[in-house]
């Protein structure tokens, strides 16, 4: 089992920033790929950033491309998405996920941290 729990939403004016964190327990932690994820209302889920726990590389969707920044503090198993300039169309539910060795695809979710832009 992992366990994951986001926190560090909130709201924020258009042009602000926020950091989510994404901290990471259980007896069968072992992360290749750490991501965010978010749902907007009336929208489907989408990716937003993701990081390999080893090596550290990135990957972030073009839609928060430079505004958005994945990293991970390896000794704390916690992930973090620093969010800038953002916009009221970055307003959803921001979701850790963690897909483990083995897994094939994303396997354990967090419950999800709101965040809300306002115009």
């Known amino acids: 089992q992992v366990q994951l729990v986001e926190s560090g939403g909130g709201l924020v004016q258009a042009g602000g920033s926020l950091r989510l964190s994404c901290a990471a327990s259980g007896r069968t932690f072992s992360p290749e790929i750490m991501g965010w994820f978010r749902q907007a209302p009336g929208k489907e889920r989408e990716f937003v950033a993701a990081?390999?726990?080893?090596?550290?590389?990135?990957d972030t969707a073009d839609s928060v491309k430079g505004r958005f920044t994945i990293s991970r503090d390896n000794a704390k198993n916690t992930v973090y998405l620093q969010m800038n300039s953002l916009k009221p169309e970055d307003t959803a539910v921001y979701y850790c996920a963690i897909r483990r060795w083995g897994a094939g695809n994303y396997d354990y979710w967090g419950q999800g941290t709101q965040v809300t832009v306002s115009s």
């Open positions: 990081i390999r726990w080893s090596g550290g590389s990135t």
